[in-house]
């Protein structure tokens, strides 16, 4: 186990011996990098709905709710519940969006020639969310200096809504710009390595599949959103 946390903290200061070791790995470590992924967001959450101004919060979630049905609502809307709901959610797209980008990166190197193993692509995938590390600290800390429990939803601080944008939380164009950051494009920067080792395949091409699935992703919600 020891072995297994000292190549997830190497990819963050060295990336290209971190993935050699990474990759040599049995299969059943790539659910370290999975359950850690999901148990630093499952935190986050927990942590965020135990300093949130509750009151504040349901009225700014049922704010465009219908004035009649805004009662119903509030009496569904409780502390456990909502932070089980997290919890469920945190879940389902940690494991979805990560399974997607491995079918992805899959898909296309099936397509192009390459024998790479689907478990191979999905453990580059995991292994890549070490700089959630980093957005433990930073969201915990953003959340403790916000002014009397008045919270946004979006707690990260180096996402492009926080660092340049500063749309209301629960807009559509808010919510979009809050799931991507400079984390997310860390992360993309270590399956560029992750591909580049597994495959042989230059810098630029490894850029290039490593881009897809967000290419997909945010451009289907972008497609959508000005529709």
């Not at 990166?105 to 700089?131: E, H, N, Q």
Request: aromatic share 12%; glycine share 6%.
């Amino acid at each position: 186990m020891t072995n297994i946390i000292g190549i997830y903290t190497s990819l963050l200061y060295t990336p290209e011996k971190g993935f050699a070791e990474a990759l040599k790995q049995r299969v059943w470590t790539l659910f370290f990098p999975l359950l850690l992924a999901i148990l630093i967001t499952a935190v986050i959450n927990i942590y965020y709905y135990n300093n949130v101004d509750m009151p504040w919060l349901l009225k700014q979630m049922v704010a465009n709710a219908p004035k009649e049905q805004k009662q119903t609502i509030l009496d569904t809307l409780t502390k456990t519940r909502l932070v089980g709901i997290s919890l469920v959610g945190v879940f389902l797209l940690t494991v979805s969006i990560n399974l997607f980008r491995g079918f992805v990166y899959w898909v296309i190197l099936k397509v192009s020639g390459d024998g790479i193993p689907f478990v191979r692509l999905f453990a580059i995938v995991m292994w890549s969310t070490a700089p959630l590390l980093l957005i433990l600290p930073a969201s915990m800390l953003n959340i403790s200096i916000s002014p009397a429990g008045m919270l946004p939803n979006d707690v990260n601080p180096v996402s492009l809504n926080q660092l340049f944008f500063k749309l209301a939380g629960d807009s559509p164009w808010g919510q979009l710009l809050s799931t991507f950051s400079l984390i997310n494009l860390w992360e993309l920067f270590l399956i560029i390595v992750g591909l580049r080792i597994a495959t042989t395949r230059t810098t630029l091409q490894a850029f290039s599949i490593a881009i897809l699935p967000e290419v997909i992703v945010y451009g289907v919600w972008i497609a959508f959103l000005l529709m």
